[in-house]
């Protein structure tokens, strides 16, 4: 079985580092290890319009920002197909025959569905596509029979939804569809990176994000107004380093390199770690290092996107040419699910010999 790689973002706005060690790093890591066949990176443009369909324009205007971000991260439309949802339209049909094969309850019951519609205040009005995306999700991970989907900590009961339909439809109907595995960041600090705030979540919405176009100075004047231990008030005081956010990012970012370079006096982010936690290290310290390790691995990022932006057709024709290939896959696997629920109509000689010896008895 060929080893294929399904994941992507919705278009929501410029990606932050949050979705950069949660997933784009990964993708850029695994794209390049040359262990899978196909990588399939999708801007998941219909499913932002389940709670955007008043806006478009933000949707298809935000496309853009992604795929920007996708490119200058490192992601090659040489070796990863690069595509719009939308512009696949077999998924909104396989989509449409896995909600035959899940409870209005058992949606209810996701935790990740259950957390999105309280922070957007739905409540009793939820879209009725919004409520529906973890089905839109199956239908996008099967469709491109993925093997390995690597997301965030925050999306396994999404994953874990799609291997309940998976197994549901291949129960039903025989064996059909590919069986997803979850990969999580290897480093713990990745799975869920604080806001700026300290809430445990980085949110656009929330304004406490560091987005990955962020210039140099936005960068530093973010970092250096980050939550810290708020009972860490003298330099003297012992400070925590668990849940602080300063300390989390330094666990998702800092290498043995930067402390060589910016920070000598510190062997490792352990020593740092020890110094901070029985006091005599400031804020402000920690805080400047913090930048300088945010800066260097940023800088790249944002030369890359500059370049990017001079030839907006290019990245234009990256993403109709991914799609075209997106689609060709999609209609092979719909294809194959539609003969293995017998309504291929038109396709299927044995189907039509059988309704013909029927009435001809």
């Not at 079985?1 to 993708?27: A, C, Q």
């Not at 291997?163 to 997803?180: A, Q, R």
Request: proline letters at 5%; hydrophobic letters at 35%.
């Amino acid at each position: 079985m060929e080893k294929i790689i399904l994941t992507g973002d919705r278009p929501t706005g410029r990606l932050h580092v949050g979705h950069y060690v949660g997933s784009l790093r990964r993708r850029v890591e695994l794209q390049e290890s040359g262990e899978y066949d196909k990588i399939f990176i999708m801007i998941a443009d219909a499913q932002a319009l389940t709670d955007n369909a008043d806006h478009p324009e933000k949707v298809r205007q935000n496309i853009m920002e992604v795929a920007l971000d996708y490119l200058s991260c490192g992601l090659d439309p040489a070796k990863s197909t690069l595509f719009i949802q939308s512009m696949v339209p077999e998924l909104t049909e396989l989509t449409f025959y896995y909600s035959n094969l899940v409870t209005v309850s058992r949606l209810q019951r996701n935790p990740t569905v259950k957390s999105e519609i309280k922070m957007r205040n739905f409540e009793a009005s939820i879209p009725v596509g919004f409520f529906t995306y973890p089905i839109s999700q199956a239908a996008d991970i099967t469709a491109f029979k993925a093997t390995t989907v690597p997301v965030g900590e925050d999306q396994m009961p999404m994953l874990e939804q799609c291997k309940e339909i998976v197994h549901k439809f291949n129960s039903v109907y025989g064996e059909t569809l590919v069986d997803p595995k979850i990969l999580l960041p290897d480093n713990k600090a990745c799975l869920r990176l604080p806001g700026i705030d300290g809430k445990a979540k980085m949110s656009k919405s929330l304004g406490n994000c560091i987005y990955l176009s962020d210039t140099e100075q936005e960068v530093k004047k973010k970092v250096m107004s980050m939550f810290t231990d708020p009972n860490h008030l003298r330099i003297e005081d012992p400070g925590q380093v668990e849940g602080n956010p300063v300390f989390i990012y330094l666990d998702a970012f800092s290498k043995q390199e930067h402390f060589d370079e910016f920070l000598p006096e510190y062997a490792n982010l352990q020593e740092l770690k020890d110094h901070y936690t029985r006091g005599g290290l400031g804020d402000v310290k920690v805080k400047k290092f913090l930048n300088k390790v945010l800066q260097a691995e940023l800088e790249p990022i944002r030369q890359r996107r500059k370049e990017w932006e001079k030839n907006i057709p290019a990245v234009y024709e990256i993403l109709r040419e991914g799609s075209i290939k997106a689609q060709a896959v999609a209609a092979e696997t719909l294809k194959e699910v539609k003969a293995a629920m017998r309504i291929n109509y038109f396709d299927n000689d044995d189907m039509i010999r059988e309704q013909e010896a029927k009435y001809q008895k």
